[in-house]
């Protein structure tokens, strides 16, 4: 049992008005309680001693505990004094000024001892707002307060706009930095004015060439608002930034994180641009975290509406992300499934790996703007996740999508600019993961979403599934594929004896756009090593373009000695595109089951694969004629008929793995292009 030490001094804080709401919550371990004084939820059902500015307050401790306590260093439930903003108010012991009437309405924090409200500054949003002088009052000094713990206006939820948060955040989009001891930011048009002083200041690029970001605090301000010295160092002058600049909210939306998590309350984000300068790390069991409906300029840069959260600080851990939603990645007990963030957006502006991280199960993303992880935008862990509705960028850097998780959904998003070189990148890149839907996305790749010969995206692909594992069910349908310097789909599987099982490839439609190396990279690739395999793939449906000049590779191709097997290819039609079936290393691979698919080298007469069938003229006055079927292998039906005058003579016909074969009795009549044949084949 907790040891109860009855205090000689009266508690610094105490109930003045409202029903006692007494509950018992775990303590923290080896921690020291004084009667009194605020409590804070720790996140995982239980409390924790508060800090002297922070917001989001559970209630009052009802005891004393002490490092002599016989159970100090245990976790033992403690009462607590839960209080109600709508009713309660309290009465605190004060320091540092004399209470005058002027105080009333004002807001302050504790001192840093926390023993009592500091009267010494009035501050935006501090822990406590006074609504009325108490005289003199506690023993421990001269006069006390009366007031309550301080609220920002109601957001309709059991927990309201997040307590204490400033979305004061301002965004520049004329700004530049140049070189300095302290650098100088300027803009184009007046910006800066002097209640920036001392804020967090950020300036990072939105072009799609550059992910450069440097982070300061800002320190003086021109008469003009159109410069300010910045504490951030750079080594070079950079013409173009993005300039956020505004009050770090990181302590407010964490302890509003925490108290969510005890009774699964919704949080909901005000409009405004949130700056933060520590990662924040949502824990499980939240409810669900809603802002304002963000707008998206052109081309990504930071939100100017609705409730965006950006990240200022210093570059961030390895492997981390700016927000993280969950600790848990596996867990079904009831706290740890089905969060939803729904119309937010979170820009990690580079500085930490990924912009956001859904670790609990079940989480959704909904109707957001995830951006600018260094690495990648959004990083699923967690199983049975939901993408809907959201739209998710990089600056050419790394994944866009990164799926850890199995039975994810990819619903409806507008998903562009992976890039940066690695053979890894792609928009969504799925490590392993099984049962995954990507399904009614618009893929688009490349500078400023669509690839040119200025910012190619070497070797990204916009889906690439990498398994050295058993894996299975991988389905993309009805996606709209833009400009990828590289395979739109890659398949690899390595490892052995791995397996890739059910990949349903259906409806989707592919356009490449210039900048593209002709005839060099596949609609879709499969690349399986030895002893591997692909079973059950079915691509039907599909149609696709190239611009001018450039064609698709293949239609579909694979790389080296795996096997490709139970799969299906039909009535899939691809304007400018070589082969329909292509063997990177050599010899021939011809789907088990395909027909009706159309391809058409550079946008000529389309050709159909499976009963392949065309019409072709040639110069007379030989025996012998050619039809290149395109078939990648030896037809095992063919037919041909004449198409001229001129090529109505005896003949016959034979075929090999490259050509139908017309062999004619005798010499036909000379001519250009006057004797015409149509044709058909089957393999």
Same mark, same amino acid.
């Given at each position: ?37 605020? !409590? ?70 504790? =001192? ?15 822990? !406590? ?93 021109? %008469? ?35 108290? %969510? ?25 939240? +409810? ?21 959260? !950006? ?7 390895? =492997? ?68 809907? &509705?959201?739209?998710? +960028? ?58 040119? %010969?200025?910012?190619? &995206? ?19 349908? +009805?996606?709209?594929?833009? +400009?990828?310097?590289?395979? *739109? ?61 450039? =064609? ?102 034979? %075929? ?16 250009? =292009?006057?004797?015409? *044949? ?6």
């Amino acid at each position: 049992m907790t040891t109860i030490h009855h205090d000689i001094l009266m508690p610094m804080i105490q109930r003045k008005t409202g029903e006692p709401n007494i509950q018992f919550f775990p303590k923290t371990a080896s921690t020291s309680y004084l009667n009194g004084s605020v !409590v804070y939820p720790d996140g995982l059902g239980g409390i924790t001693t508060a800090s002297y500015n922070g917001y989001s307050p559970l209630g009052i401790i009802q005891l004393s505990v002490s490092s002599t306590s016989s159970d100090y260093a245990l976790t033992t439930k403690v009462p607590i004094d839960v209080y109600s903003p709508k009713t309660d108010t309290f009465t605190f012991d004060v320091t540092g000024a004399t209470p005058t009437a002027s105080m009333i309405g004002q807001s302050y924090n504790l =001192n840093l001892a926390k023993t009592a409200v500091d009267l010494s500054s009035a501050v935006t949003n501090g822990l !406590v707002r006074i609504t009325s002088l108490s005289g003199t009052g506690g023993v421990t000094t001269q006069y006390s307060i009366i007031g309550v713990f301080n609220e920002v206006p109601e957001g309709g939820s059991s927990i309201n706009y997040v307590k204490g948060v400033i979305p004061d955040g301002q965004v520049a989009y004329d700004g530049s930095i140049t070189t300095a001891s302290p650098s100088t930011l300027t803009t184009a048009t007046a910006f800066f004015t002097d209640d920036m002083i001392g804020k967090r200041a950020l300036a990072v690029s939105f072009l799609d060439s550059s992910t450069y970001s440097i982070g300061g605090t800002i320190l003086t301000v021109a %008469a003009n608002g159109l410069s300010a010295t910045f504490s951030g160092t750079i080594a070079q002058t950079v013409a173009t930034v993005c300039i956020v600049v505004g009050t770090d909210n990181s302590a407010a939306l964490t302890a509003a994180g925490n108290a %969510a998590a005890l009774t699964g309350a919704n949080i909901y984000l005000p409009p405004g641009v949130m700056v933060l300068t520590s990662k924040w790390v949502i824990p499980d069991g939240i +409810g669900s975290i809603i802002g304002c409906p963000p707008s998206v300029p052109q081309p990504i840069a930071v939100p100017s509406q609705g409730s965006c959260l !950006v990240y200022t600080g210093l570059v961030g851990a390895a =492997n981390e992300g700016f927000i993280e939603l969950g600790t848990q990645t596996s867990s079904t007990a009831p706290k740890r499934t089905l969060t939803v963030i729904d119309s937010v957006a979170i820009d990690a502006c580079n500085r930490y790996e990924t912009a956001l991280i859904l670790k609990t199960r079940r989480s959704q993303l909904r109707n957001s703007v995830v951006q600018r992880g260094s690495i990648t935008a959004v990083k699923v862990s967690g199983g049975a996740c939901r993408l809907i &509705n959201n739209t998710c +960028g990089q600056q050419n850097t790394g994944n866009v999508v990164n799926v850890g998780g199995p039975d994810t959904k990819i619903f409806k998003n507008e998903l562009r600019q992976a890039g940066g070189g690695a053979t890894s990148s792609a928009v969504v890149y799925i490590p392993g993961a099984s049962n995954c839907q990507i399904v009614g996305n618009h893929f688009w790749n490349g500078g400023s979403g669509v690839l040119t %010969a200025a910012s190619p &995206n070497t070797l990204a692909q916009n889906i690439r599934m990498d398994t050295s594992s058993d894996a299975q069910n991988l389905t993309i349908v +009805g996606n709209t594929f833009d +400009g990828v310097y590289g395979h *739109h789909i890659k398949l690899r599987v390595t490892g052995g004896s791995a397996v890739l099982r059910g990949v349903t490839i259906t409806g989707n439609n592919f356009f490449q756009t210039t900048g593209f190396p002709d005839a060099t990279y596949a609609v879709c690739n499969i690349e399986i090593g030895a002893g591997t395999s692909v079973r059950g793939l079915t691509f039907t449906g599909n149609t696709g373009r190239c611009f001018a000049g450039v =064609n698709y590779r293949a239609m579909i191709e694979k790389e080296f000695s795996g096997t490709v097997t139970h799969d299906t290819v039909g009535n899939n039609t691809f304007l400018e595109c070589t082969l329909p079936f292509y063997n990177v290393s050599g010899g021939t691979w011809i789907p088990t089951q395909h027909s009706n698919n159309v391809v058409a080298p550079g946008g000529s007469t389309a050709f159909s694969y499976g009963d392949n069938r065309g019409s072709l003229a040639q110069n007379g006055g030989g025996t012998v004629f050619n039809i290149p079927h395109s078939m990648g292998g030896t037809p095992t039906k063919f037919y041909v008929t004449p198409g001229s005058t001129d090529a109505a003579a005896l003949f016959y016909v034979t %075929a090999d793995a490259t050509n139908l074969i017309v062999t004619y009795k005798a010499a036909t009549t000379g001519g250009v =292009n006057n004797i015409t *044949h149509n044709w058909q084949a089957w393999l």
